[in-house]
T-cell receptor
Framework: KAGVTQTPRYLIKTRGQQVTLSCSPI?????VSWYQQTPGQGLQFLFE???????NKGNFPGRFSGRQFSNSRSEMNVSTLELGDSALYLC????????????FGPGTRLLVL | DAKTTQPPSMDCAEGRAANLPCNHS???????VYWYRQIHSQGPQYIIH???NNETNEMASLIITEDRKSSTLILPHATLRDTAVYYC??????????????FGGGTRLMVKP
């Protein structure tokens, strides 16, 4: 079974631009979560989607948004990029059961100049 | 979700067992213990999880104390490829409130030849 895929793998943007990252979950998984990893803050939860609905959100500004499509694929968008948004953005997918285990993709490394 | 405490770093000789401890003294009855690892710049990899019984899979064993206040992840024969940051996470069972994973600092395991 194919794993979680994320595109693009690497991205360079400049301050003020916006960016859209994509995540395709494991087949059959309906939950998608996004995380940001930086050297200073570690791995931090951004938001989670299930059946096209956001069901959990971390403590990030409104510049960070996401959505999920009917095929469970998800996108996250960051508007008005800041230097501090440079990070590894990770997506995780899971089934919806009592012991939902989440499986992570390889991440998208974003560099904001 | 309960908070976890892990040593920041550990060394292990190649071929020997690596025993990674985790304290979760405030764990509640329906919370699971999950272990993930992250090899440099890759997405976190699921290793194992458990509720109260010891668990074993092809990657590792998880030993949870009877009072569930601590656990140990055991890699029976560590190899150089096991060098990574290991995260112990305590999380409640899946429900409509979502499945956010809260990552701490983890333990940086260095396997040495």
């Amino acid at each position: 079974k194919a794993g979680v895929t994320q595109t693009p793998r690497y991205l360079i943007k400049t301050r003020g631009q916006q960016v859209t990252l994509s995540c395709s979950p494991i087949s059959g998984h309906r939950s998608v979560s996004w995380y940001q990893q930086t050297p200073g803050q570690g791995l931090q939860f951004l938001f989670e989607y299930f059946s096209e609905t956001q069901r959990n959100k971390g403590n990030f500004p409104g510049r960070f948004s996401g959505r999920q499509f009917s095929n469970s694929r998800s996108e996250m968008n960051v508007s008005t990029l800041e230097l501090g948004d440079s990070a590894l953005y990770l997506c995780a997918s899971g089934r919806r059961d009592i012991q939902e285990t989440q499986y992570f993709g390889p991440g998208t490394r974003l560099l904001v100049l | 979700d309960a908070k976890t405490t892990q040593p920041p770093s550990m060394d292990c000789a190649e071929g020997r067992a690596a025993n990674l401890p985790c304290n979760h003294s405030t764990i509640s009855g329906n919370e699971y213990v999950y272990w993930y690892r992250q090899i440099h710049s890759q997405g976190p990899q699921y290793i194992i999880h458990g509720l109260k019984n010891n668990e074993t899979n092809e990657m590792a064993s998880l030993i949870i104390t009877e009072d569930r206040k601590s656990s140990t992840l055991i890699l029976p024969h560590a190899t150089l490829r096991d060098t990574a940051v290991y995260y112990c996470i305590v999380r409640g069972a899946s429900n409509n409130a979502g499945n956010m994973l809260t990552f701490g600092g983890g333990t940086r395991l260095m396997v040495k030849p």
